[in-house]
């Protein structure tokens, strides 16, 4: 069965730490993304990776193929930066559908 | 930036009773999806769509469930049966190209609420 993990669950930072969230994925995928859902609900992607590295901002999500693993860093983190992230993947033989991971709620205080 | 835009924002239906969920996904994407999260789980795929006909479905997506591009803009959800555990968030998304490596854009969801 493709699964997608996600560490930790819960995830409380103070503001200005550096932040990492986990994700893992059981068989080959074409690609990885992490997205961002509000506490209203709406979903926005942040990053597709299929290899490597990407960084937008203080946001910089980084893929490894070989251990099937992705990683979402958000670097001097701000009360803004609250939300849950998700990682999906599309793995190889889906027509394009997502498979998600449960998210990562991170609150961060001032 | 283009937006997928999604109607209404929350709809509250007796069980039993049918839904049109709509969206409007972004002019030139060409896939267009359905997913659904209930209150505290993990969001699910429900259906994709391409050239006017269903390219795949999940288990989730029975027979109460349908979907349309009836004017080359808007792509439909219709629940025709609500049952309580149809009460969830829906997401529409779309992207233009086919396989993973170009991004998805979500609609802000429906918030579905089967009473």
């Known amino acids: 069965k493709n699964e997608v993990e996600q560490s930790p669950q819960n995830l409380t930072a103070q503001e200005g730490e550096f932040i990492t969230i986990n994700c893992s994925y059981s068989?080959?995928?074409?690609?990885l993304h992490w997205l961002q859902q509000h506490p209203g609900g709406g979903i926005v992607s942040l990053f597709m990776?299929?290899?490597g590295k990407k960084k937008h901002g203080r946001l910089i999500a980084t893929i490894n193929i070989q251990e099937k693993h992705s990683s979402l860093h958000i670097t001097a983190s701000h009360p803004r930066d609250s939300a849950v992230y998700i990682c999906?993947?599309?793995?190889?033989?889906?027509?394009?559908?997502?498979?998600f991971g449960k998210g990562t709620k991170l609150s961060v205080k001032p | 930036e283009p937006e997928v835009t999604q109607t209404p924002s929350h709809q509250v239906t007796q069980m039993g009773q049918e839904v049109i969920l709509r969206c409007v996904p972004i002019?030139?994407?060409?896939?267009f999806y359905w997913y659904r999260q209930i209150l505290g789980q993990k969001v699910e795929f429900l259906v994709s769509?391409?050239?006017?006909?269903?390219?795949?479905k999940s288990e989730i997506f029975d027979d109460q469930f349908s979907v349309e591009r009836p004017d080359g803009s808007n792509f439909t959800l219709k629940i025709r049966s609500t049952k309580l555990e149809d009460s969830a968030m829906y997401f529409c998304?779309?992207?233009?190209?086919?396989?993973?490596?170009?991004?998805?854009?979500f609609g802000s969801g429906t918030r579905l609420t089967v009473v």
């Open positions: 002019s030139n994407h060409l896939y």
């Open positions: 990776l299929s290899s």
């Open positions: 998304a779309s992207k233009n190209r086919d396989r993973g490596n170009y991004g998805y854009t």
């Open positions: 769509f391409y050239n006017n006909e269903i390219s795949e």
């Open positions: 999906a993947v599309n793995y190889g033989g889906s027509q394009g559908n997502l498979i």
């Open positions: 068989v080959g995928i074409s690609a």
